[in-house]
């Protein structure tokens, strides 16, 4: 077990739909990062914040919209969903930013029909 | 940009034999770190092994040492008597960015590894 969890762990909704992906990090780091792992892209980082702030966007959609709130959970929004979306979203954490190991979560799994 | 290559889809091994799991990476930057996490059919992503552009001895944890050659510009994974918990997918994976500042990590494509009893 990372200390890193994620919920829910399954989730299926329609292609329009909104869903929202939620990590909580480890006790005392500072740093979310979300990545996006399907079959056709590999495993792909999203956006990462730390302490509260936005220090790095990745692959990201514009559908796709996350935050980390002054308690460091962090949250992913994904909207306007299409089947291409489905996918493992995996969050990870590490204590700060630089050289730290980043742990991740056991990932949400989102299909989309 | 940075990559990261692993040319071996899959690999199958006894078990109590050692393995190797090949990673390339192509780099600029002369700080960066290399990462090994296993990830088995159960989903998650397990971290492994680190190691630094700058160290200078190869990294080890337990059944796990990382064989770096950095004028080769590769990062292989070796793990010692393999068992069959080992069975699983690998990633190779390289943190780009500034050592002070934003990073993220560039995963290669992966290695499925089975362990044969």
Known sequence: ?113 | AQKITQTQPGMFVQEKEAVTLDCTYDTSDPSYGLFWYKQPSSGEMIFLIYQGSYDQQNATEGRYSLNFQKARKSANLVISASQLGDSAMYFCAMREGHRLGAQKLVFGQGTRLTINP
């Open chain 1, 1 to 113: 077990d990372s200390g890193v969890t994620q919920t829910p762990k399954h989730l299926i909704t329609a292609t329009g739909q909104r869903v929202t992906l939620r990590c909580s990090p480890r006790s005392g780091d500072l740093s979310v990062y979300w990545y996006q792992q399907s079959l056709d892209q590999g495993l792909q980082f999203l956006i990462h914040y730390y302490n509260g702030e936005e220090r790095a966007k990745g692959n990201i959609l514009e559908r796709f919209s996350a935050q980390q709130f002054p308690d460091l959970h962090s949250e992913l929004n994904l909207s306007s969903l299409e089947l291409g979306d489905s996918a493992l979203y995996f969050c990870a954490s590490s204590v700060g930013i630089g050289t730290d190991t980043q742990y991740f979560g056991p990932g949400t799994r989102l299909t989309v029909l």
